[in-house]
């Protein structure tokens, strides 16, 4: 088939499972994207690498740049391709974007820079900071939104400046997670720029997320519970609220299992990759650190999540 760029659609935002040294286990992970790419017709068009599921704050730059191509090489003939890039300045984060396009990214998921996160920023450098980097690496963008209750935040104006005046912005992360806040932005937007894809990330209330009318979604827990969240969207658009409250009902103990009712964080990360130890998907659920093990407290609670969602292990033999 021919490749056709998608970016109004389900991208998993990956994990990556490694060796207790902290190597990257290469095959396993080839395996992993094999079985997210069975989920393609599902909805499930797209692929995000180094994002904060995939631990790319815990991973050098070379290490960023080769997940990135083992995702094109295993599952980019079909699906759209999409690597994070967090960086504190503009020169870096140009490079690390000229990295990822080398790799085989279709695009860049372009987070802000964390000093903002603290110290707030100038209200004109994030329109400068995406323009750049576009231009810098001449590859489409994907705008990381941060929550509204941080400092890193970019209001509704500045998103509709980069969205009509950026040529290689393709969609937003929307990560506002307030929701009158967030509905607003998404119902403006879809006014002012039509054609820009509008994604949820709220990965710990995902069916809710989706009402104000979303193009797709990028989440880690799509990651490890594909056929649930892909059934979700297809419900969203052509069934009923009641068969959405349903599907909600069973993706909701494992959603709590993880993200324990706040939103994704490194220990949620953790959590994420015990689901896919207990559906057979990972061998072991290794973090980099300064994230820790989990307890076995905290396993056996993922564990009741995943049997409560009628969650069922995966064969990995056929990949």
Same mark, same amino acid.
Not at 158 to 166: A, H, P, Q, R, S
């Given at each position: 088939?021919?490749?056709?760029?998608?970016?109004?659609?389900?991208?998993?935002?990956?994990?990556?499972?490694?060796? &207790?040294?902290?190597?990257?286990?290469?095959? =396993? $992970? *080839?395996?992993?994207?094999?079985?997210?790419?069975? $989920?393609? &017709?599902?909805?499930?068009?797209?692929?995000?690498?180094?994002?904060?599921?995939?631990?790319?704050?815990?991973?050098? *730059?070379? =290490?960023?740049?080769?997940?990135?191509?083992?995702?094109?090489?295993?599952?980019?003939d079909k699906m759209t391709i999409v690597s994070g890039v967090s960086s504190?300045? +503009?020169?870096?984060?140009?490079?690390?974007? #000229?990295?990822? #396009?080398?790799?085989?990214?279709?695009?860049i998921l372009l987070m802000p820079p964390h000093m903002w996160l603290r110290?707030?920023?100038?209200?004109?450098s994030p329109f400068e900071w995406v323009k750049d980097v576009a231009e810098?690496?001449?590859?489409?963008?994907?705008?990381?939104?941060?929550?509204?209750?941080?400092?890193?935040?970019?209001?509704?104006?500045? %998103?509709?400046?980069?969205?009509?005046?950026?040529?290689?912005?393709?969609?937003?992360?929307?990560?506002?997670?307030? /929701?009158?806040?967030? =509905? =607003?932005?998404?119902? +403006?937007?879809?006014?002012?720029?039509?054609?820009?894809?509008?994604?949820?990330?709220?990965?710990? +209330?995902?069916?809710?997320?989706?009402?104000?009318?979303? &193009?797709?979604?990028? !989440?880690? $827990?799509?990651?490890?519970?594909?056929?649930?969240?892909?059934?979700?969207?297809?419900?969203?658009?052509?069934?009923?609220? /009641?068969? %959405?409250?349903?599907?909600?009902?069973?993706?909701?103990?494992?959603?709590?299992?993880?993200? *324990?009712?706040? /939103?994704?964080?490194?220990?949620?990360?953790?959590? %994420?990759? /015990?689901? !896919?130890?207990? *559906?057979?998907?990972?061998?072991?659920?290794?973090?980099?650190?300064?994230?820790?093990?989990? +307890?076995?407290?905290?396993?056996?609670?993922?564990?009741?999540?995943?049997?409560?969602?009628? %969650?069922?292990?995966?064969?990995?033999?056929?990949?």
């Amino acid at each position: 088939m021919i490749k056709t760029k998608n970016f109004k659609t389900i991208f998993p935002a990956i994990s990556v499972p490694m060796n &207790d040294d902290d190597t990257i286990k290469e095959a =396993e $992970f *080839r395996k992993y994207l094999d079985w997210l790419e069975t $989920f393609y &017709d599902d909805g499930i068009q797209g692929i995000v690498t180094n994002g904060h599921t995939g631990e790319i704050t815990a991973l050098s *730059r070379e =290490e960023r740049k080769r997940v990135t191509q083992i995702a094109a090489d295993e599952v980019g003939d079909k699906m759209t391709i999409v690597s994070g890039v967090s960086s504190e300045n +503009t020169r870096d984060a140009i490079e690390t974007a #000229k990295d990822a #396009k080398e790799a085989g990214a279709d695009a860049i998921l372009l987070m802000p820079p964390h000093m903002w996160l603290r110290f707030g920023m100038n209200p004109k450098s994030p329109f400068e900071w995406v323009k750049d980097v576009a231009e810098g690496a001449d590859i489409d963008i994907i705008i990381h939104l941060y929550p509204a209750t941080t400092k890193a935040f970019y209001p509704l104006d500045t %998103l509709i400046k980069m969205c009509t005046e950026i040529p290689h912005v393709k969609g937003i992360k929307m990560g506002t997670r307030v /929701q009158s806040v967030y =509905e =607003e932005e998404v119902r +403006t937007l879809r006014k002012e720029s039509p054609d820009t894809a509008l994604l949820t990330c709220h990965d710990e +209330t995902i069916c809710n997320s989706l009402f104000p009318g979303m &193009d797709g979604a990028i !989440l880690g $827990f799509a990651g490890c519970i594909p056929e649930l969240i892909s059934k979700a969207f297809k419900i969203y658009r052509t069934g009923t609220c /009641q068969e %959405l409250h349903d599907i909600d009902d069973k993706i909701f103990p494992v959603e709590r299992a993880i993200y *324990r009712g706040g /939103q994704p964080s490194g220990e949620a990360h953790a959590r %994420l990759k /015990q689901v !896919l130890v207990d *559906r057979g998907v990972f061998d072991n659920a290794h973090m980099r650190k300064p994230v820790l093990p989990l +307890t076995d407290e905290s396993k056996k609670t993922i564990a009741e999540g995943v049997a409560a969602s009628g %969650l069922d292990k995966v064969d990995m033999s056929k990949f």
